[in-house]
């Protein structure tokens, strides 16, 4: 049973637009989501997180979008680099029987064509 | 060191034969996570160290996977009579506290053959 969805496993973007990341998730209890990058041969890297409490969460090019009464969070990368290209996981967390679980999606694979 | 490191990086065992994962955490993070990324995979959890001891183990696949952790730091995940499905990039992250967001190792690609 996968609770955090990840439904698109590719994504090619031209350099300069916008690429949007989507993330899915079941479970109510979730109230922190976080975005990490992962390039080949490296573990992720954090980029960007959301607390429960907010709907949107800013970084540079970087936003995330939280709609709880949907369960969906999804990634803005404004304008897209080709140093982007990586692949894309959300994850979610919740406090579940006295520990924090942190669920990952599948992962989305962006490539910026230049 | 200033990130999570793990070793060996690439690891080609025979069927049967037993694998053991090192990995080397952030000094002072107190949580540490064993992950695995099987190929078209989401990141799996395997277990949860909050210092030495291990409050959740559930995601350990089969009773030949376990894993330990010494003086709060490094962590060993030890694979037994190692199978084709075990194949994957194990991961290791830590946090320094269990409600923050984890850095990552670069991981270890299995290849069981």
């Known amino acids: 049973d996968q609770q955090v969805k990840q439904n698109s496993p590719s994504l090619s973007v031209q350099e300069g637009r916008i690429s949007i990341l989507n993330c899915d998730y079941t479970n109510s209890m979730f109230d922190y989501f976080l975005w990490y990058k992962k390039y080949p041969a490296e573990g992720p890297t954090f980029l960007i997180s959301?607390?429960?409490?907010?709907d949107k969460n800013e970084d540079g090019r970087f936003t995330v979008f939280l709609n709880k009464s949907a369960k969906h969070l999804s990634l803005h990368i404004v304008p897209s680099q080709p140093g982007d290209s990586a692949v894309y996981f959300c994850a979610a967390s919740a406090l579940i029987s006295g520990t924090y679980k942190y669920i990952f999606g599948t992962g989305t694979r962006l490539k910026v064509l230049a | 060191g200033a990130g999570v490191s793990q070793s060996p990086s690439n690891k080609v065992t025979e069927k049967g034969k037993d694998v053991e994962l090192r990995c080397d955490p952030i000094s002072g993070h107190t949580a540490l996570y064993w992950y695995r990324q099987s190929l078209g995979q989401g990141l799996e959890f395997l277990i949860y160290f909050q210092g030495n001891s291990a409050p959740d183990k559930s995601g350990l696949p089969s009773d030949r996977f376990s894993a330990e952790r010494t003086g709060g730091s490094v962590s060993t995940l030890t694979i037994q009579r190692t199978q084709q499905e075990d194949s994957a990039v194990y991961l290791c992250?830590?946090?320094?506290?269990?409600?923050?967001?984890?850095?990552f190792g670069s991981g270890t690609r299995l290849t069981v053959v």
């Open positions: 992250a830590s946090s320094l506290e269990q409600i923050y967001g984890y850095t």
């Open positions: 959301i607390s429960s409490i907010k």
